[in-house]
Nanobody
Framework: QVHLVESGGGLVQPGGSLRLSCAASGSIFEINSMGWYRQAPGKQRELVAAIMSGGSTNYADSVKGRFTVSRDNAMVYLQMNSLKPEDTALYYC???????????????WGQGTQVTVSS
């Protein structure tokens, strides 16, 4: 089993910054990609940013130039700058993981960390 645990959420004023962290643990053979999604009340979960095993990244248009995703082994980070009220959401970490070299990749999710941007 693979577990993802997020941290770093909180309340921040507009224009402020937060750094989210996510730690993957458990029976991990290889992590192929890690990323961040978010879900605001009444809205669908959406991709925020992802980082592939080769280091390439992908961002939602709404966060380009403000957010940066990075990875260090089984950790993934999301540096969020110039935060806006519309960034308020529950932020989820995910990872595509192979638990052995013989099993297919699986998608795992964390429990989420709340980010609230408000004055």
């Amino acid at each position: 089993q693979v577990h993802l645990v997020e941290s770093g959420g909180g309340l921040v004023q507009p224009g402020g910054s937060l750094r989210l962290s996510c730690a993957a643990s458990g029976s991990i053979f290889e992590i192929n990609s890690m990323g961040w999604y978010r879900q605001a009340p009444g809205k669908q979960r959406e991709l925020v940013a992802a980082i592939m095993s080769g280091g390439s990244t992908n961002y939602a248009d709404s966060v380009k130039g403000r957010f940066t995703v990075s990875r260090d082994n089984a950790m993934v980070y999301l540096q969020m700058n110039s935060l806006k009220p519309e960034d308020t959401a529950l932020y989820y970490c995910n990872a595509i993981v192979a638990v052995t070299d013989r099993e297919p990749n699986r998608l795992y999710w964390g429990q989420g960390t709340q980010v609230t941007v408000s004055s």
